[in-house]
């Protein structure tokens, strides 16, 4: 056994302990739970356990960490992770107490467990092995622990860019250690992941609604406007978007990096019987409409009558909800300007608003050939496996890594694809957990070597 599997083992009940300890402390987001309990509990850890140089840093919501551990080289590397978890829902979808971190079937079970504490524990515990078994770290390691994930990371960007200059500076890496491996339980190394652009848009006709016989001919229906407008956007037939240069930015040719989608496991009716359709797209297909194709989804629409029978009634407002995933360089600036610009005369007349709900950039990792496959060499020899994935079709806040410190990112799970995150019996296996601790260990004992 290597030895760091040895102390691993030996000091089991001491790190499993700390699991305890980190998940019972409620840290619900949105909640009045007691957030400086685990603030101070993590401070704590980092401190005693690292030996690292530990800040508090106010937002304008929640304090976020960050722990700097000094190494012998001058090489940076942060690690990112968050202390904040969903509420505990409905107690009776839960077969264990949520906030009671419990041992069943080689899983943990407990809120936060897998989102995220699981995985943050397991990269301490995992730096801590490294420091117990060689006394020092070879390059300066940094924490950045935030408490508002799971409302969005609203003050992220504001963060990151108010520590640019000071705790952050020295940083040439991020790590992002969140999310789930892959349903063959092989674990992945994450190079990008799609954007968001979501907004809603609403039609107004008048200034209420009138008899269809009355004023039929008279007043235009907002539901008809809405779908006129929505014809603007969309060409429904071409299934193409319309808004003036939302295109720009696509990966075309060599960006799209088959190669590493021809590796990616693909069972077609498995994945189809998931998704619950009759069938999906082959491989290639499947994995570049959702890595590198941008989409227009109606994700609701709403207005007039719907209920029983007939009512013959003219809506004088309708509106729809409507998200954009985003892919390589696609600007959320340029595709808003262009739905203002299609839309001038409409909003001008008060016949559309539209409100902004969500702007997240797509994020695409320059991150080296070399520095890749370091990550896979060292995911492999932790774990026994790896996947490339060259872009997450989810979305999550990467570009304040690649667009605010500039440095390349890579985010790598720990936690099993089951996890049931934001779910009840959301868990952890023993084995992602350990394997989690392994990896951490592997990363500062391989990067830059
Ligand atoms: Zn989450």
């Not at 250690?177 to 006709?205: A, M, P, W, Y």
């Not at 779908?227 to 040719?253: C, H, M, S, T, W």
């Not at 896979?376 to 570009?399: D, F, H, L, Q, R």
């Amino acid at each position: 056994m290597a030895q760091e599997a040895e102390y691993i083992k030996a000091h089991y009940s001491k790190f499993e302990q700390l699991l305890t300890q980190f998940v019972e402390i409620r840290s619900v987001s949105n909640a009045d739970d007691d957030m400086t309990a685990c603030i101070d509990f993590l401070k704590t850890t980092f401190e005693k356990l690292l030996n690292a140089k530990v800040t508090l840093v106010k937002t304008a919501g929640l304090p976020s960490l960050v722990a700097q551990i000094n190494g012998t080289s001058n090489h940076t590397v942060l690690f990112y992770g968050h202390y904040d978890t969903m509420p505990g829902g409905t107690r009776d979808l839960w077969e264990t107490d949520p906030f009671k971190l419990t041992l069943k079937n080689a899983r943990y079970f407990g809120r936060g467990v897998g989102d995220n504490k699981g995985q943050l524990m397991a990269q301490i515990l995992g730096i801590y092995t490294y420091i117990q078994l060689h006394g020092t770290l070879p390059f300066n390691v940094a924490f950045l622990v935030e408490g508002e994930e799971e409302r969005g990371s609203v003050n992220l960007k504001t963060t990151v860019s108010s520590l640019h200059e000071t705790l952050l500076k020295q940083v040439e890496l991020a790590v992002v250690v969140d999310g789930s491996i892959n349903q063959n339980d092989e674990h992945v190394v994450r190079l990008g992941n799609r954007g968001l652009f979501g907004f809603e848009l609403i039609t107004k006709t008048g200034e209420n609604d009138n008899h269809s016989g009355n004023a039929g001919n008279i007043m235009t229906s907002a539901a008809i406007k809405l779908v006129a407008v929505l014809r603007k956007l969309y060409d429904f037939d071409e299934q193409r978007v319309l808004i003036p240069n939302f295109y720009q930015g696509v990966p075309q040719g060599k960006e799209i990096k088959t190669d590493l989608l021809e590796a990616l496991p693909f069972d077609k009716e498995q994945i189809s019987s998931q998704m619950g359709l009759k069938t999906i797209p082959d491989k290639m297909e499947f994995y570049q409409r959702l890595m590198y194709q941008p989409t227009f989804n109606i994700a609701g629409i709403n207005g007039g009558y719907t209920g029983k029978g007939l009512k013959t009634v003219i809506p004088h407002q309708a509106n729809v909800k409507i998200d954009c995933r985003l892919v390589g360089n696609q600007n959320i600036e340029i595709i808003r300007k262009g739905l203002e610009t299609v839309l001038a005369a409409e909003i001008q007349s008060g016949e559309v608003s539209i409100n902004c709900l969500g702007a997240i950039p797509p994020s695409t990792s320059d991150l080296s050939k070399s520095l890749i496959d370091t990550f896979a060499a060292i995911i492999k020899k932790a774990t026994g496996s790896v996947v490339i994935e060259p872009v997450m079709a989810g979305t999550v806040p990467n570009y304040v890594w690649t667009e605010v410190l500039k440095v390349p990112v890579v985010t790598i799970p720990y936690a099993n694809y089951d996890q049931h995150n934001h779910a009840p019996n959301e868990n952890m296996t023993k084995k992602d957990f350990i394997d989690g601790i392994k990896i951490s260990y592997e990363l500062v004992n391989s990067l830059f070597k």
